[in-house]
């Protein structure tokens, strides 16, 4: 077994509880580690025995384009697709991050963190 990570995948996204959020947006990292078994692609050297990246950026930029009021809501999305498009992998761990989050503070993101296995 192994890992793929996507590390900070940015887009500029809509999301959040705020009217002026849904109108004006936000900039926002995602994190993504999925399980996998590697051997058969370490050994073929060959796309189709492994997971391919660009179909896992595809879909975290998809999903985070449609617009949801909580990241966890929009986390929950990329994740059920991930394990229905993909089903050799076992598990997920997605972080979303919204940079610079409009909360009267300067901070500098607020994340959550979702993890799912296949059973």
């Known amino acids: 077994m192994g890992f793929i990570k996507l590390k900070n995948i940015r887009t500029y996204s809509y999301h959040g509880c705020l009217i002026e959020e849904g109108k004006i947006g936000s900039d926002y990292s995602v994190d993504l580690k999925v ?3 590697l051997r058969q692609s370490s050994i073929t050297d060959n ?29 929950q999305r990329i994740i059920s697709r991930i394990m229905k498009e993909v089903p050799t992998i076992s598990r997920v761990i997605l972080g ?4 610079n989050p409009p909360i009267g503070g300067d901070v500098e993101a607020v994340t959550i963190e979702m993890e799912e296995y296949r059973s």
């Open 96 to 99: 979303v991050s919204k940079l």
């Open 35 to 37: 399980k996998t078994d």
């Open 47 to 75: 796309l189709v025995d492994t997971v391919d990246y660009v179909l896992l950026n595809q879909i975290v930029v998809e999903e985070m384009a449609i617009r949801a009021n909580l990241l966890e809501h929009v986390a």
